[in-house]
Nanobody
Framework: VQLQASGGGLVQPGGSLRLSCAASGSRFRINAWEWYRQGPGKQRELVATITSGGSTNYADSVKGRFTISRDNAKDTVYLQMTTLEPEDTAVYYC??????????????????WGQGTQVTVSS
């Protein structure tokens, strides 16, 4: 299973961006999705999560501005970011807690990471 993130870019303060992360592969099921970010000189931090049932959770710094959602039919997660601030500048990573069947038909639980997409908020 592989994750491919996209949607980053340069945006002015107050602007919006939507990140996407799509999973590809076979015989897998995604349980929870997460978005993380790592700003310059900072540790990676959890931004938002969404469970298989659609429950969401957000870091205090993005509550009310970011929205995480998922499309199970497309095995894709989104992060809608609005009212962006310079402090949101970071590389954003998606992660998926998933199960898949290996070659021996055994169920394996694993966390997969996307490659990261740069978000820069600057005038």
């Amino acid at each position: 299973v592989q994750l491919q993130a996209s949607g980053g870019g340069l945006v002015q303060p107050g602007g919006s961006l939507r990140l996407s992360c799509a999973a590809s592969g076979s015989r897998f099921r995604i349980n929870a999705w997460e978005w993380y970010r790592q700003g310059p000189g900072k540790q990676r931090e959890l931004v938002a999560t969404i469970t298989s049932g659609g429950s969401t959770n957000y870091a205090d710094s993005v509550k009310g501005r970011f929205t995480i959602s998922r499309d199970n039919a497309k095995d894709t997660v989104y992060l809608q970011m609005t009212t962006l601030e310079p402090e949101d500048t970071a590389v954003y990573y998606c992660a998926a807690d998933l199960h898949y069947y290996n070659a021996a038909d055994e169920i394996v639980a694993e966390r997969k990471w996307g490659q990261g997409t740069q978000v820069t908020v600057s005038s």
